[in-house]
């Protein structure tokens, strides 16, 4: 079974520029999810998507930040523009969506590595 | 509001020794669920294992094993006769239902521990 996809797997920009980053989920799995791992820290979630709805972007800068999963499947991660802050692996993961609060596995792709100069 | 501690920022030992990676967390919720991911330096996040918490057996798997204690609220893990392969980030995490959705869940993660196994 094919795993969690991304690209590009490294983008170096000059900051106020635009990026953007690509996920495509495990086949048949409802949920996928966005987050930014800044380094020496844990993954912090960005947005979360349940088919093509969001289900939670509380997290998500969106004065530069946009993302989208239009047909419930693959989704776009977008900077808009970058700054220096922004350099950080960003990770696409999916899993199952499970009614109730029980939590089904997370599994995540390779990430996009961004340095913003 | 969830939180993970992973104390030990970094642990070095030397192959063939048993190390034990902490892992305290803090929740209000009754259910809810624990997972350990590995991060090598390619920098995926590999799943290790998932655990709720009405299940307090704690499990092995070849070389690794986790010690599920919900009166300390700790959930740790250990490796046996470890191996330079071993050598990663290893990252806690705790899930948090979205009450509003009715189902799907939020992780939160600890800031990892950094293992070195060297020869």
Known sequence: EAGVAQSPRYKIIEKRQSVAFW???????????????ILGQGPKLLIQFQNNGVVDD???????????RLKGVDSTLKIQP?????SAVYLC???????????????????TRLTVL | AQKV????????VVE???????????TRDTTYYLFWYKQPPSGELVFLIRRNSFDEQNEIS???????????????????ASQVVDSAVYFCALSEPYILTGGGNKLTFGTGTQLKVEL
């Open chain 1, 23 to 37: 996920c495509n989920p495990i086949s048949g799995h409802a949920t996928l999810y966005w987050y930014q791992q």
């Open chain 1, 58 to 68: 509380s997290q998500l800068p969106k004065d530069r930040f946009s993302a989208e």
């Open chain 1, 82 to 86: 970058a700054k220096l802050e922004d």
């Open chain 1, 93 to 111: 993961a999916s899993s199952s969506w499970r009614a109730g609060g029980a939590a089904d596995t997370q599994y995540f792709g390779p990430g």
């Open chain 2, 5 to 12: 501690t992973q104390a030990q920022t970094e642990i070095s």
């Open chain 2, 16 to 26: 063939k020794e048993d190390v034990t990676l902490d892992c305290v967390y803090e």
């Open chain 2, 62 to 80: 070849g070389r690794y094993s986790w010690n599920f204690q919900k009166s300390t609220s700790s959930f740790n893990f250990t490796i046996t």
